[in-house]
């Protein structure tokens, strides 16, 4: 074995940052000092939307799932005695990234740091932000322009940056399969490189310097051999859309550069240790193949389906990592799985149909004509719902959630509320009183001056880099600058997808969905009302909207009439909606951990109104705690992860509905 050279490891990373910068930062250097090779930053989700931490949206929300960056000051503190020339940093930004990655180049020049030896991505991927993640802004033409700008820039001033990562990891979550997960990602892919080649800001010579800049982050699911062929399918199709699409001949620039988190949200409340090996499964599919291998990878904890992971958590999950990379004999040999007929026969079958996929979209006029148009989040909705159908049929199993759900007592979750970490609810107070005393003490003629210029920018056709660079030495905020390009380019609200997603649960007589129908029906004549009305709500600015979307779908199946308008709402917009709607429930979906503050928002607002009788149920990532005091405080019900059965849940919707409303308990036989 001493005649072996064994291949670099990928680099290894963990998803990290909460409450301020200053916490961040010292949660970053000691997880650098754990033997993390790189950083991979979590914002919050104001700082992802273009909100301030003192913005009526980013209440309960501020430092809850990330860092908050608001300006200068804090991208500073963030990266305090970390040198940025050293470093590969990875930032999970979309719609703000332009802004994310100015800040970033300002504090590397004030360290000194050349900036042409940056090295590091950011997300810059909104295609799935309207898909799946909810973090837009601007509606998709100006969002393709910010991230054309962005990659013209870098190629140019920062060339080792990866100015985007194409990102399929929340499309598997929100319901993609592999096939979906490639093609949408792929079209996503052509669609921006499109745009910088028509932009005509980059010389048709050094085009070939865009294709090698762009790189891509992916989800690994449970089924390993299936993940492991959808790696190289990736690759073959990207090799054959950059050599024949755009005419690269340097098979080093078409090369398939792709990071990895395995999926977060295929981990389970219920025996959340089972998650342990779900994650290194998942891992493997990435990693032991070495013509599909991962350049970088980070992998989530084992209790993040209960709340924030502790350190030592994140620290196992890096030690997963790095226990196959250094004690196992993986990086020593050529690809294991070279040749063999099975993998090679599955391959194919990826790339026909997701190249089949590929040219529906070109024929709608491609992924962002298919994103205005619903098509694309109507697919993954359907998806998504199919896929619930199989688990609360039995058809998929996962283990400790719909079988083998017996378990001895754990020793991880004995004390279930110090199993996380949690977040000072003082914490938005003391990042609020900063961000005031920043803009007290800043030049605000030059910061005026920045963001006028700015706007002119975004008015006209140049590159808005150079201006976003100016708003960051000029101390703007993150609210600012989005604003400013609010006024010019709009918001945009993307298409829910679930009026048009077909059934995916039969009603037939005997069926649990028969049952629930009934009683939604005799419950609905008996309140005199034709039909009952579920409202859907997503208060503050959490975007994972593919729980409150299936309850959406189910209870439309169940002959509720259902209001949803997606996410990103105030407690007030839903307690109007609510009210104008005359609904006979509202339902909250949050699984940012804002529910503290939001959901009893809802309720007080409710009850000043005099609609004591509307029920209020909540639902997300909601730590047991915390749910007691929600139903304390009047939430009828509070459901988690754990509580998978859809058809159930709004089965126990129809109850809470007929006890406010002082009905007898209903019995139906179907």
């Known amino acids: 074995m001493g005649e072996r050279r064994k291949d670099r490891p990928w680099l290894m990373r963990t998803y990290a940052g909460h409450s301020t910068a200053e916490a961040s930062n010292e949660l970053y250097r000691n997880n650098l000092a754990k033997g993390q090779t790189g950083l991979s930053v979590a914002f919050d989700l104001p700082t992802q939307t273009g909100y301030d931490p003192d913005h009526v949206l980013a209440r309960?929300?501020?430092?809850?799932?990330?860092?908050?960056?608001?300006?200068?000051?804090?991208?500073?503190?963030?990266?305090?005695?970390?040198?940025?020339?050293?470093?590969?940093?990875?930032m999970t930004i979309n719609a703000t990234a332009m802004w994310l990655l100015a800040m970033y180049q300002v504090v590397a020049e004030e360290q000194g740091a050349d900036i042409t030896r940056l090295q590091g991505t950011t997300q810059n991927d909104i295609v799935k932000e309207y898909l799946s993640r909810g973090t837009h802004v601007f509606p998709p033409v100006p969002s393709l322009r910010l991230t054309t700008d962005m990659i013209t820039y870098t190629v140019n001033h920062i060339p080792k940056w990866n100015p985007i990562n194409i990102c399929s990891y929340h499309l598997q979550e929100a319901g993609a399969t592999p096939v979906q997960e490639?093609?949408?990602?792929?079209?996503?892919?052509?669609?921006?490189?499109?745009?910088?080649?028509?932009?005509?800001?980059?010389?048709?010579?050094?085009?070939?310097?865009?294709?090698?800049?762009?790189?891509?982050?992916?989800n690994a699911g449970v089924r390993f051999v299936e993940e492991m062929c959808k790696m190289r399918a990736f690759g073959r199709i990207w090799d054959k859309v950059t050599r024949?699409?755009?005419?690269?001949?340097?098979?080093?620039?078409?090369?398939?550069?792709?990071?990895?988190?395995?999926?977060?949200?295929?981990?389970?409340?219920?025996?959340?240790?089972?998650n342990v090996q779900r994650i290194v499964l998942e891992m493997l599919a990435v990693t032991l193949s070495k013509d599909a291998r991962a350049r970088a990878v980070q992998l989530p904890a084992w209790n993040e389906a209960l709340g924030l992971p502790r350190p030592w958590d994140q620290q196992w999950s890096l030690r997963i990592q790095q226990v196959l990379a250094l004690e196992s004999d993986l990086l020593e040999?050529?690809?294991?799985?070279?040749?063999?007929?099975?993998?090679?026969?599955?391959?194919?079958?990826?790339?026909?149909?997701?190249?089949?996929?590929?040219?529906?979209?070109?024929?709608?006029?491609?992924?962002?004509?298919?994103?205005?148009?619903?098509?694309?989040?109507?697919?993954?909705?359907?998806?998504?719902?199919?896929?619930?159908?199989?688990?609360?049929?039995?058809?998929?199993?996962?283990?400790?959630?719909?079988?083998?759900?017996?378990?001895?007592?754990?020793?991880?979750?004995?004390?279930?509320?110090?199993?996380?970490?949690?977040?000072?609810?003082?914490?938005?107070a003391r990042v609020v009183a900063k961000l005031h005393e920043w803009r007290d003490n800043r030049d605000e003629a030059r910061a005026s001056e920045a963001l006028a210029a700015l706007k002119k920018a975004a008015a006209g056709t140049g590159n808005l880099m150079g201006p976003t660079v100016e708003c960051a030495r000029a101390g703007v905020t993150t609210g600012e600058w989005s604003w400013a390009l609010r006024d010019v380019f709009g918001e945009f609200r993307a298409p829910t997808g679930v009026s048009s997603a077909p059934v995916a649960v039969t009603a037939e007589a005997g069926t649990p969905l028969a049952y629930v129908r009934e009683k939604v029906a005799r419950t609905a004549g008996e309140l005199g009302s034709g039909r009952l009305r579920l409202l859907v709500g997503k208060p503050g600015l959490d975007g994972h909207s593919n729980g409150a979307e299936q309850i959406a779908v189910r209870a439309r199946d169940a002959g509720f009439e259902v209001v949803y308008q997606g996410i990103r709402l105030t407690p007030e917009q839903i307690v109007s909606a609510a009210l104008a709607e005359d609904v006979h429930c509202v339902g909250l979906s949050i699984l940012s951990g804002s529910h503290?503050?939001?959901?009893?928002?809802?309720?007080?607002?409710?009850?000043?109104?005099?609609?004591?009788?509307?029920?209020?149920?909540?639902?997300?990532?909601?730590?047991?705690?915390?749910?007691?005091?929600?139903?304390?405080?009047?939430?009828?019900?509070?459901?988690?992860?754990?509580?998978?059965?859809?058809?159930?849940?709004?089965?126990?919707?129809?109850?809470?509905?007929?006890?406010?409303?002082?009905?007898?308990?209903?019995?139906?036989?179907?």
């Open 60 to 90: 309960g929300e501020v430092g809850r799932v990330g860092v908050p960056v608001s300006h200068l000051g804090d991208m500073r503190r963030l990266f305090q005695d970390i040198p940025l020339e050293q470093m590969n940093t990875s």
């Open 182 to 218: 490639i093609a949408y990602a792929m079209s996503t892919a052509i669609a921006v490189l499109d745009a910088v080649r028509d932009s005509g800001q980059v010389e048709p010579e050094k085009f070939g310097d865009v294709v090698a800049r762009i790189s891509f982050f992916v």
């Open 244 to 274: 024949e699409r755009y005419g690269i001949g340097n098979e080093k620039q078409r090369r398939f550069r792709y990071g990895v988190q395995v999926n977060s949200l295929g981990l389970t409340e219920a025996q959340p240790e089972n």
């Open 333 to 428: 040999y050529e690809d294991i799985f070279a040749g063999s007929h099975v993998i090679e026969a599955k391959v194919e079958a990826l790339v026909a149909e997701s190249c089949a996929e590929m040219d529906r979209i070109a024929e709608m006029g491609g992924a962002m004509a298919a994103v205005e148009s619903g098509y694309l989040k109507s697919q993954l909705v359907s998806s998504h719902a199919e896929r619930r159908a199989r688990i609360e049929s039995g058809e998929e199993k996962i283990v400790g959630v719909n079988c083998y759900e017996s378990t001895a007592p754990s020793p991880l979750t004995a004390d279930l509320d110090g199993a996380i970490m949690t977040v000072d609810p003082a914490n938005e």
């Open 596 to 670: 503290a503050e939001l959901v009893p928002d809802v309720l007080v607002r409710l009850r000043e109104a005099g609609a004591t009788d509307i029920p209020v149920i909540a639902g997300g990532i909601i730590p047991p705690a915390d749910a007691e005091a929600l139903r304390a405080a009047g939430v009828a019900a509070v459901f988690t992860p754990k509580d998978f059965g859809i058809t159930e849940i709004i089965g126990r919707i129809v109850d809470e509905i007929r006890t406010a409303n002082k009905l007898d308990p209903l019995e139906v036989s179907v």
